[in-house]
């Protein structure tokens, strides 16, 4: 009898295309990988609506969603709409209450739609915005991977994600979440596998402990067997 082939879809992170998964690899016997990249919103798409098409280009049933960061956020969004295996959150959060204080005040204040995108539109400020400030090998590391430019989903995504009004956390999403992660810190992360020394960045620098544990987590293992 022939073993079932899993389908892995990942979404990439804010900004980002599937070049940041490129040093993930799952065991072909096991495990399809797919890859499902932004689409430019529509003129006052509700994020709802844009999870629908993106949702659409699930193609099997019972997959596994895989999200980063802001991507984390959109498979939550399409789960809506699919018949999953599993959902797994990379750098991201579970509700409005995960956000740090920043994104909290962006969001009351609307500080978010003072700044034009055209001024972070730029590499280098567009790798801050995206992963935060940090060290220049870190932004030189995930500059070259934020593809997406385009202004109206920058305009759409950013708003999206600071406005972001989950409420209560789906108990069934795993979360992977690093404790050195900036973006969003560890202390406002609740209910999660702590990755010891993960940066917002870590699916390309901690790559190997995603191909290790990927499978395990995706399979059922305990999660208090998966290796920190």
Not at 206 to 218: C, D, Q, S, T, V
Request: charged content about 25%; overall charge positive; glycine content about 4%.
């Amino acid at each position: 009898m022939n073993q079932e082939i899993i389908t892995v879809y990942f979404v990439p992170g804010l900004a980002a295309g599937k070049e940041i998964f490129k040093h993930i690899s799952l065991p072909e016997s096991q495990f399809k990988i797919q890859f499902i990249e932004w689409k430019i919103p529509k003129q006052k798409e509700t994020i709802e609506q844009y999870a629908e098409r993106m949702a659409a280009e699930v193609k099997d049933q019972n997959a596994v969603l895989i999200g980063v960061s802001f991507g984390g956020v959109m498979v939550q969004e399409m789960r809506a709409f699919l018949n999953l295996r599993k959902i797994i959150i990379i750098s991201s959060v579970k509700s409005k209450h995960e956000l740090p204080l920043r994104l909290q005040f962006a969001r009351k204040t609307l500080a978010y739609k003072l700044v034009p995108t055209k001024l972070v539109i730029s590499a280098d400020d567009l790798t801050k915005f995206a992963i935060g400030p940090k060290t220049k090998k870190r932004l030189q590391m995930y500059q070259e991977y934020l593809s997406v430019r385009n202004e109206q989903y920058l305009d759409w995504a950013i708003e999206k994600m600071v406005c972001w009004n989950r409420e209560i956390p789906d108990p069934n999403v795993i979360h992977i979440h690093g404790n050195e992660d900036i973006v969003f810190p560890i202390e406002k992360i609740k209910d999660c596998i702590v990755l010891n020394g993960g940066t917002h960045i870590m699916i390309l620098n901690k790559f190997k402990w995603f191909n290790e544990n990927l499978p395990k987590i995706i399979l059922g293992q305990s999660l208090n067997e998966i290796k920190k």
